[in-house]
């Protein structure tokens, strides 16, 4: 069963640096997602993105935050200065039609650690 | 604005009972869409079941089904038959059916625990 992925699935990084999470989608999906999960809150939307542009965003996501689908397979949410406050847990997901209409598969998630 | 809430923390059963998890949520919209998402330790999140709000008929997916009732705005889920796989973090989440890649909205989650 088609699956997506996430790259690396731990990041450790100093305060202000920038990483770049990444993301597989499943092939033949259309829309694709991040959230975001403090440990111990709620899942929080962060982004979303069709055909090559942002489709809705969150509060959350700021100027510090970018996505991108680089290829016709990869998925990358990039934060550009990294602060404390963003460990976390970020999760990518994917669908073939808009919310709702479809279900939105996640990802295993990569955890990011800011030290 | 739409909101959702689970008010149960936490909860712990014995293997085999039911188990029903709560969770409301307020919206102005008449046609959306209700999700049961769940996050075993592994932290993947896993769809359980969905609820187009337009459908009366309640949802079912083998030992697991939804209460469903749009005048009341609730949407709980009942696990019947409780293994102990089913220990995890359960998560009741909305969406709009605008049409638009719209976000899902969460709730705060309820850890469900199966005791052996």
């Known amino acids: 069963e088609p699956e997506v992925t996430q790259t690396p699935s731990h990041q450790v990084t100093q305060m202000g640096q920038e990483v770049i999470l990444r993301c597989v989608p499943i092939s033949n999906h259309l829309y694709f997602y991040w959230y975001r999960q403090i440990l111990g809150q709620k899942v929080e939307f962060l982004v979303s993105f069709y055909n090559n542009e942002i489709s809705e965003k969150s509060e959350i996501f700021d100027d510090q935050f970018s996505v991108e689908r680089p290829d016709g397979s990869n998925f990358t949410l990039k934060i550009r200065s990294t602060k404390l406050e963003d460990s976390a847990m970020y999760f990518c997901?994917?669908?073939?039609?808009?919310?709702?209409?479809?279900?939105?598969?996640f990802g295993p998630g990569t955890r990011l650690t800011v030290l | 604005a739409q909101t959702v809430t689970q008010s149960q923390p936490e909860m712990s059963v014995q293997e085999a009972e039911t188990v029903t998890l709560s969770c409301t949520y307020d919206?102005?919209?008449?046609?959306?869409?209700l999700f049961w998402y769940k996050q075993p330790p592994s932290r993947q999140m896993i769809l359980v079941i969905r609820q187009e709000a337009y459908k009366q008929q309640n949802a079912t997916e083998n030992r697991f089904s939804v209460n469903f009732q749009k005048a009341a705005k609730s949407f709980s889920l009942k696990i019947s038959d409780s293994q102990l796989g089913d220990t995890a973090m359960y998560f009741c989440a909305f969406s709009h059916s605008g049409g638009g890649a719209d976000g899902l909205t969460f709730g705060k989650g309820t850890h469900l625990i199966i005791q052996p």
């Open positions: 919206t102005s919209e008449n046609n959306y869409y």
């Open positions: 997901a994917s669908s073939i039609s808009p919310t709702g209409t479809d279900t939105q598969y």
